[in-house]
């Protein structure tokens, strides 16, 4: 496939969370291509990480836990030019089917982290002018299969707006909504695997998606969906 | 009738305990202030729980579950924090989330006391139509319980789910997280949006008062623009 182009834009140091699987691997496999310097961290170990996995600093960190944020604050370098916080977890159910303890994981892993990363992200972006891409989800209008889930992406949406007004002109704050994508979250939450799934967008186009979406100006929210992706995979089929 | 409110004890949530009391419900109130508590009516039943813990909301079922269904439940609790994002602590932001969002949907999933036919409603913030530069922790909860409010709605079929969004009020609650030379003219009575919760008993997004409804239509029809007011309304003051 020739979706990634070399590119001839700077050299940029980027952390990426979540980046172990999913939206967040695939994230982390487009910069380094691309020649950038990656930080990346996900719940797995090192020694768990899928084979393919770019060779970038990684640290097994989980981002419920507030000591393991902390200590990824603490291992950052001084200055970043960008930050994509992928991390996300959640389950495919009704409230009723919720526990205390899921709840509070979930919410913690989805927004507590994004606040408290965001937090410590600011002196390490500012200098820099660098930006903040929050990866959020289409669910984040409500979702009625999973509440908990949608409310935690909602509140990231809200959380992105008002930041985006705080630090304009400082760091540029965007959350980044991708439409259902096949990375084996649907199953890991368990949704029944149906038709559906196969019409799920593929996880690298949202990764590539998601890079590009920090990069341009405007609104603070983009949605990644088949219609922003399309063309390109067109293209690359072609290609 | 029969009430429940969670986050009685002060501003909104008491002026909601005052105005069903006076026309006849029976009360029930939760609250983590004991103080506040104890200055409220004494017919009102009251139970001291901070939603944020769930041993907490364990005892308060104790308490709740021998009594029969209630036909409104309120979901009032929340705190604040205001300041530059960046300089204050997160661990107080955070905080803010475990009240008013895990606290919340926690204290629903354990508390199944509705009656059939009832009604539940969440109290959310105006901040969901117009931003809160200045808030971003406590605006992100409160749009988590907007989004939480809509996904659980689908699915309630015997009970309606209603979130309101007032603007700011005059309350503890403003006194405490607002400017310190914000203008308290301009903020709306507890008891008229108490009112407006005890009498509107349908719709989902309620966006209680004239003043909220018009910031709220502004927030939709011109994002960026109200974004820039209330950076410059608010932020640029704290």
Redesign the interface.
């Known amino acids: 496939m020739s979706r990634r182009q070399p590119t001839v834009s700077a050299n940029h140091t980027y952390l990426v969370t979540g980046a172990s699987s999913g939206i967040g691997y695939e994230i982390v496999s487009i910069l380094a291509e691309r020649g950038h310097t990656v930080i990346a961290t996900g719940r797995r170990s090192s020694s768990a990480l899928p084979s393919g996995f770019p060779d970038v600093a990684y640290h097994g960190l989980d981002m419920a836990m507030e000591p393991d944020r902390a200590r990824l604050l603490k291992l950052l370098p001084t200055q970043l030019d960008r930050a994509i916080l992928c991390c996300g977890t959640g389950h495919y159910r009704p409230l009723a089917g919720e526990t205390p303890a899921d709840i509070q994981r979930t919410v913690a892993v989805n927004l507590m982290a994004a606040i408290h990363l965001a937090h410590g992200l600011f002196p390490k972006l500012s200098p820099t002018r660098g930006r903040l891409g929050l990866v959020g989800s289409v669910a984040r209008r409500g979702a009625s299969g999973m509440p908990i889930y949608a409310a935690t992406k909602g509140a990231l949406h809200g959380l992105a707006r008002s930041l985006a007004i705080e630090w304009s002109g400082l760091v540029q704050v965007k959350v980044l909504h991708p439409g259902p994508t096949a990375t084996g979250m649907s199953a890991a939450a368990g949704r029944p695997a149906d038709w559906f799934d196969r019409i799920m967008l593929p996880p690298a186009a949202v990764g590539m998606g998601i890079v590009e979406a920090l990069e341009r100006g405007g609104s603070f929210s983009r949605t990644i969906s088949y219609a922003q992706i399309l063309p390109r995979l067109l293209l690359a089929r072609r290609g | 009738m029969k009430v429940l409110v969670v986050g009685g004890a002060s501003g909104l949530g008491k002026a909601l305990v005052e105005q069903a009391m006076r026309r006849g419900d029976s009360v029930w109130v939760i609250d983590a202030d004991r103080e506040g508590l104890d200055r409220l009516d004494r017919a009102a039943e009251r139970v001291l729980c901070d939603i944020s813990e ?1 041993a907490a909301i364990d005892g308060a079922l104790e308490v709740l579950r021998h009594e029969p269904p209630f036909d409104l439940v309120v979901l009032s609790a929340g705190i604040s924090a205001t300041g ?3 300089n ?1 602590d ?1 661990g107080i ?2 905080r803010v ?2 009240v008013n ?2 606290g919340t ?2 204290a ?3 508390c ?1 006391l509705i009656a059939r036919g009832g009604r539940l409603v969440f109290v959310s913030s105006l ?2 139509f117009v ?7 406590y ?10 409010a ?6 309630q079929h015997a009970v309606s789910v209603q979130v309101v969004t007032p603007g700011p009020m005059e309350t503890p609650h403003a006194e405490r997280y607002s400017p310190p030379n914000g203008k308290k003219g301009s903020r709306a009575d507890p008891k008229e949006i108490a009112a407006v919760i005890l009498r509107k008993t349908s719709g989902g997004v309620i966006v209680p008062g004239v003043t909220a409804k018009l910031a709220a239509f502004a927030g939709r029809v011109a ?2 623009f109200v ?2 007011m ?2 410059h309304l608010i ?1 640029a003051r704290l």
Do not use: C, N
């Open positions: 769930e530059r994002f960046e204050m997160p932001m955070i989330v475990a969002l895990v949907t926690t629903l999933l354990k199944d901040s969901h931003s809160y530069p200045g808030a971003s922790a605006a992100a909860s409160k749009d988590g319980i907007v989004v939480f809509q996904s659980i709605r689908r699915a994002p960026s974004g820039r209330m950076r932020y």
